[in-house]
């Protein structure tokens, strides 16, 4: 451990175990206060299983694309491109189910496609009134914010609507 990386008492639990088990980290790890981070929602974490692996990549490459307001606004070539997923046809279907999934909302103006990336809530809201999040899933997601010391989401089931019976038409 050189001079700067040795830990005292004061420092904070993780910096100690990471200068006692990882004695070169200063180097290999990305400086969360310059520019160029971007945090995650820890929540996510327990709705990754929720989403198909090419969702979650598109979804990840917005969050970090996006602005402190949360909006960005790559082209959809672009996002293609920097994904590997070889065109806009590849693309559209996992941006239409990261809506439906209501991760986002997109809009259109001046010939540019908008993001709006989603609190993660929005879409636990969503998914256990949909009933695509069951209540153990919720309880799960609930332990972990009153781990985190967030306010904990309520949300039910919406009832669906009885089906419309469908009346033949006479014959005459």
């Given at each position: ?19 006692q ?60 491109h920097?994904?590997g997923?070889?065109g ?40 256990v ?11 799960e ?32």
């Amino acid at each position: 451990m050189t001079a700067n990386q040795e830990s005292t008492s004061k420092d904070p639990r993780d910096l100690r175990l990471r200068n006692q088990y990882f004695p070169d980290a200063a180097g290999l790890v990305f400086e969360t206060s310059k520019k160029g981070f971007v945090p995650l929602p820890i929540i996510m974490r327990k709705l990754m299983r929720k989403l198909t692996p090419p969702e979650l990549r598109v979804l990840i490459y917005l969050q970090t694309r996006c602005s402190k307001y949360f909006i960005c606004y790559p082209t959809l070539e672009e996002m293609a491109h920097d994904l590997g997923l070889g065109g806009r046809r590849n693309l559209t279907p996992h941006i239409k189910a990261l809506e439906k999934k209501k991760f986002i909302t997109t809009a259109s103006g001046g010939g540019k496609t908008f993001f709006l990336v989603h609190d993660p809530r929005v879409a636990i809201v969503h998914m256990v009134e949909t009933e695509k999040m069951n209540e153990n899933d919720l309880y799960e997601l609930n332990e972990l914010l009153r781990d985190l010391k967030q306010e904990e989401i309520t949300a039910t089931a919406k009832p669906k609507a009885a089906p419309v019976p469908i009346r033949k038409a006479k014959s005459a």
